[in-house]
C-alpha cells in the first residue's frame, strides 16, 4: 500500500510533522505501508497539491487545505487553512468520516500530530519528543530574544535552517527516515548538515548586510525592499534583531522565480499584537498566523509586490 504525505517544503515545522505522522501511520496501517513525501509550497503558479494525491491513503500536513475526494488524512495549525468557504465547508462536511483535523491555537502542526496521535489513535511516541519541542519552539518562535532566534550555534537551529534552503521532496524523502530511526541531535551533528549550513551561514551574514542598507523606518515598521538584486536567502529575525523598537517588519525579495514577501510582528517589541498579518496577507493571496504570513509574486510582477509591501506598511503603522 503506497501512502502519499504531501507537507509543507523549506519548513522545519513541515518536515517534523511528517516524520510524526509516519510515525502515526506505520503503527495503524504496519511497518511495511510504503510511503512517498511531496514538499509543497506558495509561491506562484504552484502546482496543484491535488494532483499530488495518487496514493492508496493520501495525507497533507501543515499546509492549505485541498477539497479533493482523494485526500484522507489532514493536520494544519495556520489560520489560512482554508481558501474559500467551499473548501472549509468541504472540509466541514466530512470530519466524522474522515481523519481532517485543523486546530489554530497550536503553535505547531508538528505537535498537533503528536497530541492526536496519543488522544485520538492511542499512539505514543516518546522517542519523538526532542523533535516535537524543537519544531514547537522553531515554529512559535518561542526565543528569549532576537539574538537568540539568530544564533544557530546548536546544530537543530543549523539544520532548521538547512531544511528552509534544501527542504525539497527529494530531500525530505531522505530525512524523515532518518529522523524515526536517528535522534534528531544526531542527525543534525552529521557532516552533511554541518556542510550544508556553512555555506547558509554566509549568505545569512549577506542578508542582514542587505537589510541594513535598504531598510526603511516607520514610526512602528521597518520596511525593506531587497527587490533590486535577487536574494538567496531570507533572514526571519535579522531585522528585530537590527531594529529592537520596530513592532513589525515588512521584507519584499525578489527570488529566482518570482518576488516574496515576509510580514512579522517583534514578539520582543514590549508592545501587544494588534493586527491579524494572515488576514492581512489573505487579501492579497498570501496567508500564515496571526503574528507571521507571506505573500508570492510571479516575476512579472516585481513592481505590484513593491506597491503591495509599502500599503501593508503603511497599515501597520497606522
Keep these: ?5 504531501a507537507t ?3 519548513c522545519f515545522d513541515g518536515l517534523c510533522s511528517a516524520v510524526v505522522f509516519t ?8 511497518p511495511e505501508l510504503e510511503l512517498r513525501y511531496h514538499a509543497c509550497g506558495y509561491a506562484p503558479r504552484q502546482r496543484d497539491v491535488a494532483e499530488l494525491l495518487t496514493g492508496d491513503l493520501n495525507a497533507i500536513l501543515d499546509y492549505r487545505f485541498s477539497p479533493s475526494e482523494r485526500l484522507d488524512w489532514y493536520f494544519d495549525h495556520h489560520r489560512t487553512a482554508f481558501a474559500t468557504p467551499e473548501a472549509r465547508a468541504f472540509f466541514d462536511a466530512r470530519t466524522s468520516s474522515h481523519a481532517f483535523h485543523y486546530d489554530a491555537s497550536y503553535s505547531s502542526c508538528t505537535k498537533l500530530v503528536r497530541d492526536l496521535a496519543e488522544q485520538r489513535y492511542g499512539v505514543s511516541m516518546p522517542e519523538l519528543e526532542p523533535l516535537t519541542r524543537w519544531a514547537d519552539k522553531i515554529d512559535s518562535a518561542a526565543f528569549e530574544s532576537a539574538a537568540a532566534a539568530l544564533d544557530h550555534s546548536h ?12 527542504g525539497d521532496s527529494e530531500w525530505l524523502s531522505r530525512f524523515v527516515p532518518r529522523l524515526l530511526d536517528t535522534p534528531i541531535e544526531q542527525v543534525a551533528a552529521r557532516s552533511e548538515v554541518r556542510s550544508l549550513y556553512a555555506k547558509i551561514r554566509r ?5 542582514a548586510r542587505s537589510v541594513r542598507k535598504n531598510a526603511r523606518t516607520l514610526e512602528r515598521v521597518v520596511l525593506v525592499d531587497l527587490s533590486g538584486s535577487e536574494v538567496e536567502t531570507y533572514g526571519k529575525f535579522v531585522t528585530y534583531a537590527l531594529y529592537p523598537d520596530a513592532m513589525y517588519s515588512v521584507i519584499l525579495g525578489r527570488l529566482e522565480n ?8 517583534n514578539p520582543w517589541s514590549q508592545r501587544s499584537l494588534d493586527r491579524d498579518l494572515s488576514s492581512i496577507c489573505g487579501r492579497y493571496g498570501g496567508g500564515g498566523h496571526p503574528f507571521v504570513g507571506g505573500i508570492s ?3 512579472e510582477d516585481v513592481q505590484r509586490a513593491r506597491h503591495v509591501a509599502r500599503e501593508i506598511a ?4 497606522g
Design 1 to 5: 500500500m503506497l501512502a502519499v504525505v
Design 314 to 317: 503603511l497599515e501597520l503603522d
Design 203 to 207: 549568505r545569512k551574514a549577506a542578508f
Design 8 to 10: 509543507h517544503g523549506h
Design 297 to 299: 509574486f510571479p516575476a
Design 155 to 166: 546544530p537543530v537551529m543549523q539544520l532548521a535552517g538547512v531544511v528552509e534552503h534544501h
Design 23 to 30: 510515525r502515526l501511520l506505520r503503527a495503524l496501517r504496519g
Design 258 to 265: 518570482g518576488a516574496r514577501i515576509n510580514v512579522g510582528y
